[in-house]
Structures are given as C-alpha cells and as structure tokens.
C-alpha cells in the first residue's frame, strides 16, 4: 500500500487549497456576471493547464477576418470588412451631427418633422440614422417634375382598372381611404395608420403587381438629375410646417368622379416579352446594354473574379446595363415577365422592389411586416448550431418566374438552378470550381474538369414542390421534375447553406434566411430597401445569376478532395473553409438582429421567443422618414420649407454635454 511523506503531504494541501481557492474565486467571478455578459465572458475565464482554442471553435467572434489562404472568396470577405468598418465607423451619434450630414450631402435643408422623426428612430434604437441612402436616391428626380403634377398622379392613377395601382389617401393625419384595393394595400395601410399622426395630407399609388414599373430613358433621366441638382438650396429662413389645403388631391367626398383634369401615367402592357428591349432605354449609351464594342470578359472583370467566377461587385451582378445582356435570356422575368405594365415617364408609384434602371419608389416589402409562418423566422424552429447542422444546401419552390412554355421553360432561372444542382444531370457534365496550384503552394487557379454530379447528390436538396405559370398547362413537365414535397423552416433550418432566387420578383424568404443560423447564399437581378445595409461577403454569399459560380461556392466552404502527397486520387483538392461559412452565418444573424427588424410589437410577437424583441422597428422608422421626404416633395412649397435649426435643441435628448461631443 502507497504512503505519503509527512513533506509530500504538506505540499499536496497547498496545492489543493490553491485549486479550490481558484475555483471559488472563479465561482464569484461568475456571479457576477449578467445578462449578455455570462455568454460573452464564461469562455474567457482562465483555466490553469488549457489551451485557449480558436474562435472558430465556439467563441464569439472578434475582429477584423485574417484570411487564411489566397483564395478570392477569403480574399472578399477581408475586403468587405473593411469596408462594412468604414460604414460602421461613419454613422452619426447626434442630431447636430445627423442635420449636418444631410446638409453637406443633399444640399439642402431636412424636411418637416426631421426632428420628431429623429427622436422616433432613436427611441427605436435605430442602428445608424444616416442610412436612408436609398430614399433620397428614389426621390432625387422627382424635384424636377411639379408638385401639383405629383399630386394629380399620385391621386389619380388607381382609376384604370387594368393599371395594376391600388391608393392609400391621408387627410388630418389619419389613413381615410383605400381605392382599388389589394392584400398589398391593405397590409401597407396598418403601418402607415402608425405613423399618419406625423404626416401631412397626401395621395399614395401603390404598385399592386409583383412586377416593377417605371423605365425613365436615360436622356430624360439625365435631365431630370440635372434640373435636382440646380434646385438645391437652403434659404436661411424657412416654413417648419407642410402647406395645407392643397389642391390636386383626391376628392374623398367624391371619389369615384373623375377630375376636370386627369395626367396619363402612360402605361402600356409588355406581358411575356423581352424586357431588356424596355430596360435598356434608361441605361448609358456607351453601356453594354446599348453597345456591341465591349468584349465579355472587360465586362465580367467589372464584377466577377476570373478564378471560378466569383462574384466581387454584387451591385454590378444585378446591374442590367451591365450583365444585362449575358442573362436576358436566362431569367423569368427578362425573358417573359407574366405582369409587365411599365411606363417611360416618372410617376410617382410607391413599389415592393425593382431593378436597377426602375424609378419605383421603393419601401420595406409587405412579405416582411405581414406575419405568415411561411416567411417569418421564429427561433424556435431554429435549434440547431451551425456545428450540427447538415453539410448541404436546400432550396424549395414552384415554378414561378415567368410565363413558362414547352418551349422556353429551360430559360427560366430557378429550373436551371434546380436542373444545375442535379446529380443526375450533372452526371456527364464539368464545371468550373477553384483549386490550389499543385506545384505553388498558396497560389490559385481555375480547374474545369470538376465532376460535380457525386457532390451534388451529397452536399445539395433542391427541387421543385409544384409548378404554376404555364400556357396552356404545366404538363410538359411531367417527365422533367419529379415533384418533391415541401420543406417548411425548420426542415430548412437544418442545413447549413440556404440559397435564395427570384420568382416572379424579390424573394420574402431573405430576411428570415438572414435572421436564422445557417448561411444565405443570394442570386437575385431585384433591388430592395434593405441593400445599402447589407455587406456582400461579410453577411451573406452572392451568387451570380448564371450560377456558373455555385460549385466553386460549395466547394470553399465544404472542401473537396484529398490534399495532394496524401493518397488521394481526385483531380481537384480544394481545402474546407468550414470556419469562415460559421463566421459568415454568424454575422449575417447579428447584423439581420439590428438592421432589419419589425416596426411595431404587436400581441403576436410578444409571445414568441425573447429574440423577437429585438426584431423591430426598423421597417416603420424607414416608412417614416421615406413619407416625410416624398410629403415636401408634393408640397407647393417645397423650396421654402423644411428643419432649419443646427440641432443643438437635441443635445440634452442626445447627452451631449460640452461643444466637443458635436464634433465629427
């Protein structure tokens, strides 16, 4: 039997009590920690003989992204931090500084009711004030028509029944009338019912299709930006108030007679033809869109790396004047749109999305603020961490997009998605993917023998779960798809990849993608509210409408293959990158948490998880803002109205507390 030395025992006392005593200490280092902060700190507690792990081993992450290779995706998403830092790092912290900014940048001063609405968002935590980029973008050419002809417009062009245009009509601050109603209208009016005490009296056409509509010619465009530009001023005294009593507005007495004078917004149908024969009219002369002396390649250099054609400008991807051409054949709704009713003149129409050459006014998608199970995130159908999640990418849908034929359906963008990650028609085909040099260790190249049929039958589930939108029938797909069955989230939710596609137009499953732990993977030729807050590469995956890029995605994030010198015999080794997709999904969801919430907590969200809470908002400060600016845009006295004060009235709602604070 073992014996301890009276010296051996001593010593294994102190120890011993040196390692409770280290326990305990821990212990009440932990107690006193709360909320948030036991999740961020419990991991950085020191234990004595452990080796700190990685971030990527379960901690927060933490930093600016250190590429571990060349490859061009580690190589963009170190690019897109910097610069989503820059977008950080630049916002305002004050109503000085916010009055300030808007004035140095729109030249002129801010409208009625900027400094209740500043004190609205900032009461919503808004994230950063100075992102309303894209209203003022939306708007900046309609300084160049009359108010009066806005107003007309605006109240008028829900007449035509077959204008697809539904209004919504404010009077003394308070929603009192819809005409040629739809679900989109009605689901809009409960937000705007909101927020109607704040605004002035106005008319509201409303886009009741899913498809965009305005097409301005670049020409008439360009001379619309100009005239904005000579307009801005900023009078050292101006009217704080709307003007009332305007004329032009709907008669809500009296309806449905139609006015002594009636401005035509112009519209003419284009169902199921070509759209870039519309879209390319608003798009530059020397354009790719209007030009035949631009090689292909100078134009895809513009926004896709030639290693696996990974995209490097997601606003350029979608650009039609640019990348127009090369998939207007391979898009829905390019190629044979099911409800295209444009117009070439500038009116006023308030829309869901657009493309780039539309002049739609856009704001946040009803998708988003209705609550439908089959667009909304609920965490609880989330349980999953990104570690035990499935290795794969899933994507469900009908066959929306555009009118299908038997002899155009392969045109359509979401069959050649499901057709492209196919085992079984991919079972002869190559494509390109991106590998490590053999012989240059660090260096990357293009391999274009890849087989991809084997992964995709492991790492993809993509399939249709019924089929619309054919002439006459859908018939001829019977011996081409096999119907699956459906995928509600929490089946989705499962996987780590989860890749998103236009139907008729914008995706509603974005947010709730975004929001969620896995990684969205984005193809989409759509603009939306949200884009300017949204960073390529740090908070979601782009892909290219061709998809000639998804393998060389999958790839990266999965691996591929053996390392070479260790008995592999595959063609293609490409490393798993399995940290930086956690990385990706992680940020996407914290940024989604503060970016992209709901407006309001109505009964139904207070019983959801806690995380809800945090969902909010964002979607009525953004009405606001965008209802106050198009409200002096209609006023006869737009010139002459508006917030003239510095801000300093704010500084004790802001906490400033010495004249340094204001500085920026």
């Not at 500043?118 to 100075?130: L, P, S």
């Amino acid at each position: 039997m073992n014996t301890y030395k009276p010296r051996k025992r001593f010593l294994f006392l102190i120890i011993t009590t040196c390692a409770i005593f280290a326990v305990v200490a821990n212990f009440f280092v932990f107690l006193g920690l709360t909320g948030s902060d036991i999740g961020s700190q419990l991991s950085r507690l020191p234990i004595p003989g452990l080796t700190r792990k990685p971030w990527h081993s379960g901690e927060t992450v933490e930093g600016p992204y250190e590429p571990r290779d060349a490859h061009p995706i580690s190589q963009l998403m170190a690019e897109a931090d910097k610069a989503w830092a820059v977008y950080e790092n630049s916002r305002s912290t004050t109503f000085r500084q916010t009055v300030s900014k808007y004035r140095r940048k729109y030249g002129r001063h801010p409208p009625p009711g900027f400094d209740k609405w500043y004190q609205f968002a900032r009461k919503k935590n808004v994230h950063n004030i100075d992102d309303f980029e894209q209203i003022m973008d939306d708007l900046r050419p309609f300084w160049a028509i009359e108010p009066k002809v806005l107003r007309n417009l605006a109240a008028n062009m829900w007449r035509d029944e077959h204008g697809g245009v539904s209004g919504i009509h404010i009077r003394n601050h308070k929603v009192v009338k819809e005409t040629n109603q739809s679900w989109r209208s009605e689901t809009l009016i409960t937000l705007v019912k909101k927020i109607a005490k704040y605004l002035p009296d106005m008319d509201i056409a409303m886009n009741r299709l899913d498809q965009p509509r305005v097409v301005v010619p670049w020409d008439d465009m360009q001379a619309h930006l100009r005239k904005e530009i000579e307009t801005r001023r900023m009078p050292p005294e101006v009217f704080q108030n709307f003007t009332t009593g305007m004329d032009d507005l709907l008669n809500i007495t009296s309806f449905e007679a139609e006015p002594a004078q009636k401005e035509d917004p112009g519209w003419f149908p284009a169902h199921g033809k070509q759209y870039m024969e519309t879209a390319k009219l608003a798009c530059p002369p020397e354009s790719h869109a209007r030009s035949n002396d631009i090689p292909k390649a100078d134009v895809e250099a513009r926004y896709k790396n030639r290693l696996g054609g990974i995209i490097t400008n997601f606003n350029l991807s979608s650009d039609l004047c640019t990348a127009g051409p090369e998939i207007q054949d391979l898009h829905g709704f390019l190629y044979s749109g099911s409800t295209v009713v444009p117009t070439k003149r500038l009116v006023p129409i308030f829309g869901e999305c657009k493309v780039n050459v539309n002049s739609d006014i856009l704001f946040p998608a009803n998708m988003y603020w209705k609550h439908d199970e089959r667009y909304d995130y609920d965490e609880k159908h989330d349980n999953l961490d990104w570690d035990h999640k499935s290795d794969s990418m899933i994507w469900r849908g009908v066959t929306s997009g555009g009118t299908q034929t038997a002899d155009n359906w392969q045109r359509m963008h979401r069959q050649r998605l499901v057709k492209m990650v196919n085992s079984t028609e991919m079972a002869n085909e190559e494509v390109r993917i991106v590998t490590e040099q053999p012989e240059k260790q660090g260096e990357f190249e293009n391999f274009r023998q890849f087989h991809p049929s084997e992964f995709a039958a492991n790492h993809t589930d993509v399939g249709f779960t019924g089929t619309m939108s054919c002439v006459p029938d859908c018939s001829f797909y019977d011996d081409v798809f096999t119907v699956i069955s459906t995928a509600p989230f929490p089946e989705q939710f499962k996987q780590k990849f989860l890749v998103d596609i236009d139907g008729h137009s914008f995706s509603g499953r974005w947010h709730a993608f975004l929001e969620s732990k896995s990684l969205g993977i984005k193809a989409t030729i759509f603009r939306e509210w949200h884009d300017s807050r949204l960073f390529a590469w740090r908070h979601f995956v782009p892909m290219d409408n061709r998809y000639d890029d998804v393998y060389s995605i999958l790839t990266y994030f999965l691996g591929v293959g053996t390392p070479p010198g260790q008995g592999g015999h595959e063609d293609a080794y490409v490393m798993r990158h399995d940290v930086e997709g956690k990385r990706l999904a992680n940020q996407g969801r914290e940024w989604a948490k503060k970016v992209l919430r709901r407006d309001d907590i109505e009964v139904y969200l207070r019983v959801k998880m806690n995380h809800v809470r945090l969902l909010i908002q964002a979607r009525q400060i953004y009405m606001f803002r965008l209802l106050l600016e198009y409200g002096r845009i209609i006023d006869d006295n737009r010139d002459r109205i508006g917030y003239h004060g510095d801000g300093s009235e704010l500084d004790k709602y802001d906490g400033v507390s010495h004249p340094d604070d204001v500085a920026h």
